[in-house]
């Protein structure tokens, strides 16, 4: 199966700081990643549809100055909390449309990343 | 607006049984359902989808039926396995997008 793989894993940072998090296909070419966000015992909330070579499109109520999102190749997307704060605190997962297939809807997930703001 | 809804937090089975995890929707415009499976922070991974035009879908142990009448549809598992313990989450694509609206999951536990 496809595989999508996420940098870092796991993320502690200090408020105010910045910090990215690394999504990639690794072997096949999405021209669309999508990132989640999962607050604990709650569903996968999509933040934004990532677009290769445009702006991302953001999904209501999410800033889009506060979750920079930027998808430079078919490979690689990335979503970048800018002066992150504790209530950013969360799992972020990230999701890519494989180009050609997917015809089912299927999307391929990536392992996520947990961020912590103390 | 929740369009997709789990609305069974949590479901326990014994071993060798059947799971039934159900799911309702409200969208209409919905023409893909899917099933994820995922453990504590892991990323989700894809179990079986059904198009809105079929009523059955069937991979091994995993039966996917929809309900378009109902806007309902459920997963069972069966025989249900120790290994299938984990939070399913229910999933819609609208037609015409491929982005997922996923329901709120329903931690299943399979008892020896």
């Known amino acids: 199966g496809a595989v999508v793989s996420q940098h870092p894993s796991w993320v502690i940072c200090k408020s105010g700081t910045s910090v990215k998090i690394e999504c990639r296909s690794l072997?096949?070419?999405?021209?669309?990643m999508f990132w989640y966000r999962q607050f604990p015992k709650q569903s996968l909330m999509l933040m934004a549809t990532?677009?290769?070579?445009?702006?991302?499109?953001?999904e209501q109520g999410v800033e889009k100055d506060k979750f920079l999102i930027n998808h430079a190749s078919l490979t690689l997307s990335t979503l970048t909390v800018t002066s992150a704060h504790p209530e950013d605190s969360s799992f972020y997962i990230c999701?890519?449309?494989?180009?050609?297939?997917?015809?089912?809807?299927?999307?391929?997930f990536g392992e996520g990343s947990r961020l912590t703001v103390l | 607006d929740q369009q997709v809804k789990q609305n069974s937090p949590s479901l326990s089975v014994q071993e060798g049984r059947i799971s039934i995890l159900n799911c309702d929707y409200t969208n209409s415009m919905f023409d893909y359902f899917l099933w994820y499976k995922k453990y504590p922070a892991e990323g989700p991974t894809f179990l079986i989808s059904?198009?809105?035009?079929?009523d059955k879908n069937e991979d091994g142990r995993f039966t996917v039926f929809l309900n378009k009448s109902a806007k309902h549809l459920s997963l069972h598992i069966v025989p249900s396995q120790p290994g299938d313990s984990a939070v399913y989450f229910c999933?819609?694509?609208?037609?015409?997008?491929?982005?997922?609206?996923f329901g709120q999951g329903t931690r299943l536990t399979i008892n020896p």
């Open positions: 990532s677009n290769e070579g445009s702006k991302a499109t953001y």
């Open positions: 059904i198009s809105s035009i079929k």
């Open positions: 072997d096949f070419q999405a021209t669309t």
């Open positions: 999933a819609a694509r609208i037609q015409g997008a491929q982005k997922l609206v």
């Open positions: 999701s890519a449309s494989r180009v050609g297939v997917s015809v089912t809807g299927e999307l391929f």
